[in-house]
């Protein structure tokens, strides 16, 4: 179990700020941005949900700063026409939540006796409201409405408490990435090491979420998200809305992570039709082809494509809303940048492996073991995935709203055999300079990913409640094919250095994952003069099947091991059937090759988190946030004892002996979070801000080590 304890002080100036009466001569800020961490300690583990809406808050006065009670506060999201609406309560506070991220909105004030007040061009950023204020003037008839347009500036957001980066959709489309992948965007977080590390701490404590759904590689086997393994990303470039990166939200909605929470927010449908396509397309006339001012001599075809659409607009106008995005790509790479020497010494791009002894090791196989290594040589490495996503909007009414969402990915990679590990040799298994392995010794591995998500959220008119409703379904594939039939795998060395590998990939033998994350998200908000009291609960599933098969075709890798060949030599006469030439030591590589069920583990556990918070706008530039989180780690199967595991003696980390009980697991008392988050606009005037908080954070483990 992990847990981290965290505080924040955070002061912020604007590096220009404009005022009414100096718009033309903007002043310059003697500094930026103030971010001082006063404390950052660690100590326990689990998980959560993401946010996938925002909203806008403020407080509505008269023209002598007395707060106003029950002025009716109007929020329509321009490009859907979605509707918006509360109340000012007492001291003239107003919460609008769970509403559509972007924008633009036009936010209007009205009260009987007043004039109206109209702001435009409001935007709203993922998992934070918008501050606005009004300020209404008496009106003894009816006047024309009174538009202001409305300055937003996302540093100075009244509503934040800790370090967070928005991407909004205007510089997701702008920004460029070379990959089409989310974490592009993630990187512009200055605590982001560029590979999925922030604040120091490995992506394997991070959070992922889509839509708020689960989005994690939950077993945490080599790539933070699910299709990593096969070189993509889950979800296609053009659906996304918006991207959060938090380290420290103090906000107890917010859980699962020690590392990062990284949320992003998939488009959605407008009145307005939208349809888009790219296509990305080279090849090997577009690639060089010298090194160092030398040719190449391995110069296989090589390509890549990538291709995409998206469309989206209205079923119903200001009703019902579609998005629909997909993408292919599809990619060859050579499987070796080597081909093997003609004889004599090796030219540039050349092996030491010679072709001619390469043949003979193919005819060596087929005819002794009836095995067919494949090409050594010209063959293509293939990369295809396709996904795509579609989302409905519908607007049930002006208090309740519905999101349906699907995402599919299915990708596959061809890889060759692992190229380091357990080589006897500690030379590799190229392909390289020495050593050129088999086509029909690598694997291909696949991802499939079936993701649903769906979310309510309902308001009262009067404005007193919000709740959302959450749940989500993510069913992920993870599997591996061998190049060849069943048979052992066998490393040729020669001169002290690997040679050539032939015989079936080791490490992917029925090598399989299987994920499904059950999820399920309930938030009810009750708004109380200047208190906003947040109920909520959160509960999540895990589903394992998790096979893997080492060494079930022989040991080789390790001294003395069946499938080790100390040189050719050696190969080609213990691989000679007649025993006057192999004295009696025939690799009889049938005895290694068996059958039945492959073995494998399944388990199951889950999450439940439950938690209440408190949002208290002070006055109208100090705002307090404080809550309390309990997560309750639960276990729904029992492993297996294992006695020899028992009989072992292992080493901690202090160096005492200890024993490994792998029927035993992590505890599981319950996980209190309680955090607290303030924000203080000191001179009143937005010029500068003071945020901060303390709380306990705490996130899952990896799977795979239980």
């Known amino acids: 179990m992990r847990q981290v304890l965290r505080l924040y002080l955070f002061a912020a100036y604007p590096l220009t700020r404009c005022h009414s009466s100096d718009r033309a001569r903007p002043r310059r800020a003697t500094l930026s941005v103030l971010t001082v961490a006063l404390l950052l300690l660690t100590s326990g ?53 769970g509403m559509r991220v972007g924008g633009p909105y036009t936010v209007t004030a009205t009260m009987l006796g007043h004039q109206q007040e109209i702001q435009q061009e409001v935007y709203v950023v993922l998992g934070q409201n918008a501050r606005l204020s009004f300020a209404l003037a008496e009106a003894a008839i009816e006047l024309e409405a009174l538009t202001v347009q409305a300055e937003q500036d996302p540093l100075l957001n009244s509503d934040r408490t800790g370090a967070a980066t928005t991407i909004s959709n205007v510089e997701v489309q702008a920004l460029p990435s070379v990959q089409r992948s989310v974490r592009d965007l993630t990187r512009l977080d200055p605590r982001s090491d560029g590979n999925f590390s ?9 959070n992922i979420t889509l839509d708020g759904s689960y989005f994690n590689n939950s077993f945490g086997l080599d790539d933070p998200a699910p299709g990593g393994q096969t070189a993509t990303e889950p979800v296609p470039y053009d659906a996304v809305e918006q991207v959060s990166v938090q380290v420290a939200p103090f906000d107890v909605r917010q859980s699962g992570f020690t590392g990062a929470s990284i949320n992003t927010v998939t488009r959605s449908g407008t009145n307005k039709w939208k349809v888009s396509g790219f296509a990305f397309f080279r090849n090997d006339n577009l690639v060089g082809n010298k090194v160092s001012g030398e040719d190449v001599i391995a110069n296989p075809d090589l390509s890549f494509g990538q291709y995409g659409f998206s469309v989206g607009g209205p079923i119903i106008q200001d009703k019902l809303f579609f998005f629909l ?11 070796s940048d080597f081909v093997p020497s003609a004889g004599g010494t090796p030219a540039f791009g050349e092996s030491r492996v010679e072709q001619a002894t390469l043949d003979a090791i193919t005819e060596r196989m087929a005819t002794v073991y009836n095995y067919d290594t494949g090409p050594y040589s010209g063959f293509v490495h293939e990369t295809n995935s396709n996904k795509a996503l579609l989302k409905v909007d519908w607007n049930v009414s002006s208090n309740h709203n519905i999101m349906f969402r699907y995402n599919r990915l299915d990708a596959e990679r061809d890889l060759p055999p692992h190229p380091f590990v357990l080589s006897i040799f500690d030379s590799g298994r190229g392909p ?28 009262a008119g009067s404005g007193n409640w919000a709740n959302r409703f959450y749940a989500s379904y993510n069913r992920f594939r993870d599997f591996r094919d061998a190049n060849s039939v069943p048979f052992p795998t066998l490393e040729i060395g020669e001169g002290g250095v690997t040679y050539t590998t032939v015989g079936h990939e080791p490490f992917s033998i029925e090598n399989n994952l299987d994920t499904d994350v059950w999820q399920f998200t309930n938030d009810f908000t009750y708004f109380t003069g200047r208190h906003s009291l947040t109920l909520g609960a959160n509960f999540e ?17 390790f001294p003395g091991g069946a499938g080790n060949f100390d040189s050719l030599d050696d190969f080609f ?11 009696g030591n025939f690799y009889d590589a049938e005895s290694f090759i068996v059958t039945g069920d492959y073995k494998g583990e399944k388990f199951n556990l889950g999450q439940l988190g439950v938690y209440l918070q408190d ?43 200890v024993t490994v009980d792998q029927s035993q697991l992590a505890g599981s008392t319950p996980l209190w979070s309680p955090r607290v988050g303030f924000n203080w606009d000191v001179t009143g005037t937005r010029s500068t801000q003071l945020r901060g908080g303390t709380g306990i954070f705490t996130g899952r483990l990896p799977f795979v080590w239980i």
């Open 45 to 97: 583990s689990l998980l959560a949900q993401g946010v996938t809406t925002g909203g806008v808050d403020g407080v509505v006065t008269d023209v002598a700063a007395q707060p106003l009670l029950g002025v009716t506060v109007t929020a329509v999201h321009e490009p859907s026409g979605t509707t918006y609406q509360t109340a000012s309560r007492s001291g003239g506070v107003f919460t609008i939540g």
């Open 198 to 206: 922030f604040g120091g701490r490995n992506w394997l404590y991070n």
């Open 325 to 335: 995005s997909g993408e292919l790509t599809q990619r060859d790479d050579p499987g």
């Open 432 to 459: 390289n300079s020495a050593s050129l392995p088999s086509q029909n010794s690598g694997y291909r591995i696949t991802n499939e990913l079936n993701s649903y998500a769906f979310e309510w959220n309902a308001r």
């Open 541 to 557: 599933q895990f589903r394992f099947f998790n096979s893997f098969n080492l060494f079930r075709y022989g040991t080789f890798g």
């Open 573 to 583: 006469t213990r691989t000679d059937p007649d025993p006057v030439v192999n004295g």
């Open 615 to 657: 949002q208290f706008v002070i006055n109208p530039r100090f705002t307090l946030n404080a809550g309390l989180r309990v997560d309750f780690p639960m276990y729904f199967t029992d492993p297996v004892d294992n006695q020899f595991s028992r009989d072992l003696t292992a080493i901690n980390g202090d160096g005492d002996p």
